[in-house]
C-alpha cells in the first residue's frame, strides 16, 4: 500500500497580531497541492492571544491550526520558534513547508530546515508537482528557468515572497480543528529580543501604488537616481530598485524588485535604465502596460515592454517630469 | 582574545555574471570564465572585523570554501589585515547547495579551533539565499542573528546588535559564540592598501580538502546536498514593443500620451 503523504504546511506569521498577507497566499497555494496530493493543509501559528485568528488561516484553506498562544511567543524569537517547529515537525512528518519570505521566515526557515537535515528553497516564482509529485520550486537563474526538488529527504521546505500567488478568496465559513502547542521549558536562551523597532514606511508602498517607477544602474550615480526619484514622485508612484541600484547606495534594500527582493503587480510598470534582466523582471507580475527608458536599443529590456523610449535616461526624465506636469495642470484646469 | 572567523565566499563578477547563460539544447553554462570577485556583503563582514581589532584584542580568520582560483580572494582579506586564512577546497566539495556549504564550512571551523564569533555576508550574490549563516550556526550548535546592521555593545560575553527587518530592527542581546550575518549598512569597508598588500605575502593560506577535514564523502557537495536542480526552461513571455521616436521633446510627450492612455496619471 502506498504510504499516506503528509500534510502541507504553512508556517504563518503575525507582526502585532496580524497574520501577513504572504501566509494567507501561501495557505491557498498549500491547499492546491494539498488536493493533488490527497493531504490535508495544516498552519502553524506562534503568538500571544491568537485564538480570533485562526479563522482568517481556515478561511484561506487551512484544515487544522497547530497555534502556540503564550507571551514568551507574541514576537518572533528565534530558538523558541525553531524548537517548537521542529519538534513538531518531527512528530507529524509534513510532506512540504512553506514559509514567508520575510526577514524572519529568511532567517527561520533554514534554521528549521538545518535542524530536519532537509533542503530548502529560495525565491521561487512558482511552486507545482512534478509528475512523481515531488514539489517543484520554479527559480529564475542563468537566463532560464531552473526547477529545483529535494528527491529525498522530508519535508520539503521552501520561502516564498509577498505577491507570488495571489490574495486568496476568503470562505469565512471554512472551520478546522486547532490544536494547542505548549512551549517547551528545556530551550536554550542565548538570544533575547530586547526591543522591537518598526517605523511608517516611507513614501509610496508597493501594495496599493498602480504605478512602479524601477530605476537602475543606468542611473549613473545619485544625482541620476534622484531624477528617476522625482519621477516617481511625480506619478504618485512606488520607487523600486534593480540590485544594482542598491548596491550602489542609492536605493533602499527593502525597494528592491526581483527574485530575491519585492513581487509587485502594478498597472504600469516604468523601467529606467536597467536591462530587463529575468531575476529583476519576474518581480512583475501581471502589469497591464510596461514601458522601458534605456540608451541602448538593443536592450533585451525592450523586448519585454510595450513601449520603449530610446534615449539617455538622465537627459530624457526630467523633459518627461516636466510633460507630466504640464498635462498634470491641464487636467486640473479644465 | 577574541578569535573572529569571516566567511567569505568568490562568486562570479555581478557586473558580467549575466554573460553566464545555460544553453537550453546542451543544458551546460556558457561563459563560465567569468571573474571570481569577493561577494560585495562579505567586505562588510571583513571591515567588522577589522573595526573589532582596532577596538579590542583579537585575532582574525578567513575561510573560504571555492574552487583554487578563490585563493584570490582569501588573500584580499589577507591584505586588508586578517591573520590566516583557509580555503577549503576540493571536487568532492563541488555542486554543493547552501546545506553542504554550511556543514563543510562547520566542519572547517570546529578544525580551525576555538572561536568566538562568525561572520558572514547576508547574502552571496550568486545564491542569494541567506541561509549558509544560520543552517552554519545550527551545525555548530550555537545562537545566529541575520542582517546585523549595528553592533551596538562588543565587550563581553554578550553581546548587543541590532538586526534588519521590514520597516524596522529589532534588538537583540547575544551569548557568544555566535554567528552573525551582516548587511551593507553596518559599515563602510575601506580599500586595500599596498602595505597590506606587501604584508600579505608573508601570510600563508592553507588549504584543506575532503580528507583533512574528515567529512564524510555522502556529506559532501552535490551527494550531502538535499536539493538538485531537476530540469531547465526556456522563457518566452515576450511584449512586442512599440519604440517611441523623435526630438527628446517629441518622445517624451508621446510618452505623456500613451501613459494618459491608460488612465493612470
Ligand atoms: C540569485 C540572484 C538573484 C537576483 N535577484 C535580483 C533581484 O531580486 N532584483 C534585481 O533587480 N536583480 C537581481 N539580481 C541581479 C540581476 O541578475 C541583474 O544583475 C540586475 O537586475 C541588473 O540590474 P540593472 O538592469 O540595473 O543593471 P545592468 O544590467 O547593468 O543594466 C543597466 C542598463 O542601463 C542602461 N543604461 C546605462 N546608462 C544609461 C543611461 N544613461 N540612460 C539610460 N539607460 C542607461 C544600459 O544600457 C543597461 O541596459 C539577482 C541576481 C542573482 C544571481
Ligand atoms: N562557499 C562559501 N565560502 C565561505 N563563505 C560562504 C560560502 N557560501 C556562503 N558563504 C557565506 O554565507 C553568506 C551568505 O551566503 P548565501 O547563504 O549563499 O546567501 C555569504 O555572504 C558568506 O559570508
Not at chain 1, 469565512?172 to 529580543?193: H, K, M
Not at chain 1, 522625482?230 to 525597494?255: F, M
Not at chain 2, 586588508?80 to 580555503?87: N, P, R, S, T, V
Request: aromatic share 6%; with cysteine; proline share 5%.
Amino acid at each position: 500500500m502506498k504510504k499516506q503523504p503528509g500534510s502541507v504546511w504553512v508556517i504563518a506569521e503575525q507582526i502585532d497580531c496580524r497574520i501577513l498577507d504572504v501566509s494567507l497566499q501561501l495557505i491557498a497555494h498549500a491547499r492546491k497541492l494539498a488536493i493533488e496530493l490527497e493531504t490535508s493543509v495544516e498552519a502553524v501559528l506562534l503568538g500571544d492571544k491568537m485564538n480570533e485568528q485562526t479563522r482568517q488561516l481556515f478561511a484561506a484553506g487551512a484544515d487544522r491550526v497547530y497555534l502556540g498562544n503564550a507571551p514568551d511567543l507574541a514576537h518572533y524569537q528565534p530558538e523558541i520558534y525553531t524548537e517548537i517547529i521542529v519538534k513538531l515537525a518531527k512528530e507529524r512528518q509534513p510532506e512540504i513547508v512553506l514559509i514567508g519570505s520575510t526577514s524572519m521566515g529568511r532567517e527561520l526557515a533554514p534554521l528549521v530546515a538545518a535542524r530536519l537535515g532537509t533542503g530548502l528553497t529560495a525565491h521561487c516564482i512558482d511552486l507545482v508537482l512534478d509528475e512523481n509529485k515531488i514539489l517543484e520550486s520554479i527559480i529564475p537563474a542563468y537566463g532560464g528557468l531552473l526547477s529545483i526538488i529535494c528527491p529525498e529527504k522530508r519535508p520539503q521546505m521552501a520561502t516564498i515572497a509577498a505577491g507570488v500567488f495571489p490574495k486568496p478568496e476568503m470562505d469565512e465559513n471554512r472551520t478546522g480543528e486547532i490544536i494547542a502547542l505548549e512551549v517547551p521549558d528545556d530551550i536554550p536562551r542565548r538570544i533575547q529580543t530586547l526591543e522591537i523597532i518598526r517605523e511608517k514606511p516611507q513614501g509610496v508602498s508597493f501594495e496599493s501604488a498602480p504605478i512602479v517607477v524601477a530605476g537602475g544602474a543606468g542611473a549613473g550615480d545619485l544625482e541620476g537616481w534622484r531624477k528617476i526619484a522625482d519621477l516617481a514622485e511625480t506619478l504618485n508612484a512606488a520607487l523600486g530598485a534593480t540590485r544594482p541600484a542598491v548596491d550602489e547606495g542609492w536605493a533602499e534594500l527593502e525597494t528592491m524588485v526581483g527574485q530575491s527582493g519585492k513581487i509587485v503587480s502594478p498597472e504600469l510598470y516604468i523601467g529606467v535604465g536597467l536591462s530587463g534582466e529575468l531575476q529583476h523582471m519576474v518581480g512583475i507580475v501581471g502589469a497591464k502596460v510596461m514601458v522601458a527608458i534605456n540608451n541602448d536599443a538593443k536592450s533585451p529590456v525592450f523586448e519585454q515592454v510595450d513601449y520603449g523610449v530610446v534615449d539617455d535616461c538622465r537627459e530624457f526624465v526630467p523633459v518627461l517630469i516636466n510633460k507630466i506636469k504640464e498635462y498634470q495642470e491641464k487636467l486640473v484646469t479644465c | 582574545m577574541l578569535k573572529i572567523v569571516v566567511c567569505v565566499k568568490a562568486v562570479p563578477d555581478p557586473k558580467e555574471a549575466h554573460k553566464i547563460k545555460i544553453d537550453p539544447a546542451t543544458k551546460i553554462l556558457t561563459r563560465s570564465d567569468v571573474p571570481f570577485v569577493l561577494n560585495l556583503v562579505d567586505k562588510n563582514a571583513m571591515e567588522a572585523a577589522l573595526q573589532l581589532k582596532e577596538q579590542l584584542d583579537a585575532h582574525i580568520t578567513i575561510l573560504s570554501m571555492g574552487p583554487p582560483p578563490a585563493d584570490n580572494i582569501v588573500k584580499e582579506c589577507l591584505a586588508l589585515g586578517a591573520d590566516q586564512g583557509f580555503l577549503l577546497s576540493d571536487r568532492a566539495f563541488g555542486g554543493a547547495d547552501a546545506y553542504a556549504t554550511a556543514y563543510t564550512l562547520a566542519k572547517g571551523i570546529e578544525k580551525i579551533g576555538p572561536y568566538d564569533v562568525v561572520l558572514c555576508g547576508m547574502a552571496s550574490s550568486d545564491g542569494s539565499t541567506e541561509w549558509v549563516g544560520p543552517e552554519m550556526a545550527t551545525f555548530l550548535k550555537i545562537p545566529v542573528v541575520t542582517r546585523v546592521n549595528e553592533i551596538v555593545e562588543y565587550d563581553g560575553e554578550w553581546w548587543k546588535v541590532k538586526a534588519g527587518l521590514e520597516n524596522g530592527y529589532r534588538l537583540v542581546r547575544v551569548k557568544l559564540p555566535a554567528v552573525f550575518t551582516v548587511t551593507r549598512d553596518l559599515n563602510t569597508p575601506r580599500s586595500l592598501t599596498f602595505s597590506g598588500i606587501i604584508k600579505a605575502r608573508k601570510k600563508e593560506i592553507t588549504q584543506w580538502g575532503i580528507d583533512e577535514l574528515a567529512v564524510p564523502e555522502e556529506s559532501a557537495g552535490q551527494k550531502g546536498s538535499p536539493t538538485i536542480i531537476s530540469n531547465l526552461a526556456t522563457i518566452d513571455s515576450k511584449r512586442t514593443v512599440e519604440i517611441i521616436t523623435g526630438t527628446r521633446e517629441e518622445k517624451a510627450e508621446q510618452l505623456v500620451q500613451k501613459l494618459a492612455d491608460t488612465g493612470l496619471i
